[in-house]
């Protein structure tokens, strides 16, 4: 590789980096100012699918570090039973089924978000979380049974906090009125159990297809002898 290209190489990379970090950023200013800042992501590209992704990743560490490192006072797990794999799913199957299902809902009724904006403000709205499990599954190992109150609160506010921005992420992203936005979040909650539904059918109907093709080829191996 020529001198030339090293330097592009180098500097494109430099570039990506600091856009990666000023997208990230961007999150701090959303969870305070959650309209202009999620009109911005989308429509003035404020934000960015690999910003998207490590907030993802980081919420999905952040519920296993919350398992492990809270204390037992106020959050009584058992570490050795806790399958992680089955907790990050518990996580990312929610996130990816409300994303297609909202998709799927808005763009029938002039919805102006794409399946990638939708998960891109749906990540960001999950900033709030990161920011406030982490200090609080640290504090709750210097706190009495008493004092556990508070953690549960903070919990609390950061569920709700993050509901708040998906809410002001959709309503932004799709362009839709407050009461629009209500009604189809109602209908993609909807959606959701309906989705869940026909993949736990489906599922159920391969396992038991599978099971008789089983019992079938036994019967037919135990005949042959």
């Not at 519920?63 to 806790?82: A, G, P």
């Not at 009461?179 to 909650?189: E, S």
Request: charged share 10%; aromatic share 18%; glycine share 4%.
């Amino acid at each position: 590789m020529s001198y030339i290209a090293k330097r592009f190489h180098k500097f494109v990379e430099k570039e990506t980096y600091i856009r990666f970090f000023q997208t990230l950023k961007y999150s701090l200013y959303i969870i305070f100012h959650p309209a202009d800042g999620m009109w911005d992501v989308i429509h003035a590209k404020r934000g960015s699918y690999a910003a998207a992704n490590f907030i993802v990743i980081l919420t999905l560490f952040t519920h296993i570090w919350k398992l492990r490192f809270t204390s037992f006072l106020v959050m009584n797990v058992n570490w050795e039973k806790v399958n992680i794999i089955q907790e990050m799913a518990s996580i990312l199957l929610p996130l990816a089924i409300f994303c297609i299902c909202n998709w799927a809902c808005t763009t029938l009724f002039d919805g102006k978000g794409h399946l990638g904006d939708i998960y891109m403000g749906t990540a960001y709205a999950l900033t709030p979380y990161v920011l406030i499990q982490i200090p609080m599954f640290i504090i709750s190992n210097f706190v009495t049974i008493e004092e556990g109150a508070f953690y549960n609160v903070a919990n609390a506010i950061s569920l709700i906090w993050c509901a708040a921005l998906i809410f002001m992420a959709m309503m932004m992203i799709n362009q839709y009125s407050f009461g629009k936005t209500l009604l189809f979040t109602f209908i993609t909650i909807f959606g959701m159990l309906v989705f869940i539904f026909i993949m736990l059918l489906f599922f159920s109907m391969i396992s038991q297809a599978v099971a008789y093709f089983v019992s079938l080829g036994r019967e037919v191996i135990f005949r042959l002898n």
